[in-house]
């Protein structure tokens, strides 16, 4: 079945906690992303990346590192995590380039204390 | 880079009513726009597109308009059912195929 897998699914830390939340896709997309989804400010691009070893930030990409070894994961790094980094995090992931359609993990509830 | 303003922010319609929502992009070169819908707990899925080339696309009770010159673009459902309760979002794709941008997203509450 073609996905987009995300782990952990919900992940309570303290702030300062080095994490990482894995995503894999099976689809043979070139193209990955990371978002953060927040009540009122909608789904903001964290970081994407366009294929094995290219990554580009987003619209917020502080706090935030990535890494693409192979195509088929992109995990998200939070090497010093903070209170405001508490959110619902997607990863997803397309054929071809940033615009094209997105097809979403089932998402990582993130809460820092 | 891209803006998308999306409204209403919430919209209460009474079951087999018709639904809209409005969604205004600033990038007059945009030419892709998606819609996805969001159920309680679950992920986005895009349910609807449209490209900068056609001013209406439909399918079943859902269908998509685009006004190119006032950049604006607008999701419609008719007949509205209880499972169309869900938080919808709007997208565009900016100058040269670059992000996606997406709204703010419309909360959709349908009314027994």
């Known amino acids: 079945e073609a996905q987009v897998t995300q782990n952990p699914r919900y992940l309570i830390t303290v702030t300062g906690k080095k994490l990482t939340v894995t995503c894999s896709q099976n689809?043979?997309?070139?193209?990955m992303s990371w978002y953060r989804q927040d009540p009122g400010l909608g789904l903001r691009q964290i970081y994407y990346?366009?294929?094995?070893?290219?990554?580009d930030k987003g619209d917020v990409p502080e706090g935030y590192k990535v890494s693409r070894k192979e195509k088929r994961n992109f995990p998200l790094i939070l090497e010093s995590p903070s209170p405001n980094q508490t959110s619902l995090y997607f990863c997803?992931?397309?054929?071809?380039?940033?615009?094209?359609?997105?097809?979403f993990g089932p998402g990582t509830r993130l809460t820092v204390l | 880079g891209e803006n998308v303003e999306q409204h209403p922010s919430t919209l209460s319609v009474q079951e087999g009513d018709s639904a809209v929502i409005k969604c205004t992009y600033s990038?007059?070169?945009?030419?892709?726009f998606p819609w996805y819908k969001q159920e309680l707990g679950k992920r986005p899925q895009l349910i609807i597109d449209?490209?900068?080339?056609?001013g209406e696309k439909k399918d079943q009770r859902i269908a998509v308009t685009l006004n190119k010159t006032a950049k604006h673009f607008s999701l419609h459902i008719t007949e509205t059912q209880p499972e169309d309760s869900a938080v919808y979002f709007c997208?565009?794709?900016?100058?040269?195929?670059?992000?996606?941008?997406f709204g703010t997203g419309t909360r959709l509450t349908i009314i027994p």
């Open positions: 997208a565009a794709r900016g100058r040269g195929n670059e992000k996606l941008t």
């Open positions: 990038d007059s070169a945009s030419n892709y």
């Open positions: 990346s366009m294929n094995v070893e290219v990554t």
């Open positions: 689809m043979n997309h070139e193209y």
């Open positions: 449209i490209r900068s080339n056609v």
């Open positions: 997803a992931s397309s054929l071809q380039g940033r615009g094209d359609t997105q097809y």
